[in-house]
């Protein structure tokens, strides 16, 4: 199976918008469909999540300010590529991150 892309992105206050890709290895051939799942239920409002939570790294623009700027993410979507990992862990390991994250927001 490809390996998974997940697609975010960091919209601040004005909404300029910033994206980011991460490309995850997938010996264990989870399913698309199945961390989509995952994800969707861990996501703020249906919309955003915290990228240091799931060790993602965060994309705030150049101008960004703490006391006007959100600090969250927004989930975009994810798919498979045939493109090579850019990131050290497996996409199983990040599926046990996101199943640890606490959505009481």
Do not use: G
């Amino acid at each position: 199976m490809p390996n998974i892309k997940f697609n975010y992105r960091y919209r601040d206050s004005a909404n300029y918008k910033k994206y980011k890709s991460i490309i995850f290895s997938n010996p264990d051939n989870i399913k698309r469909s199945e961390l989509e799942k995952l994800v969707c239920s861990k996501l703020i409002d249906k919309t955003w999540f915290y990228a240091d939570e799931w060790k993602l790294p965060e994309i705030y623009l150049e101008t960004f300010d703490h006391k006007i700027d959100p600090t969250w993410h927004e989930f975009e979507s994810i798919e498979f590529t045939n493109s090579p990992a850019n990131q050290s862990i497996s996409i199983k390991q990040f599926k046990e991150l996101i199943e640890k994250t606490n959505c009481n927001y």
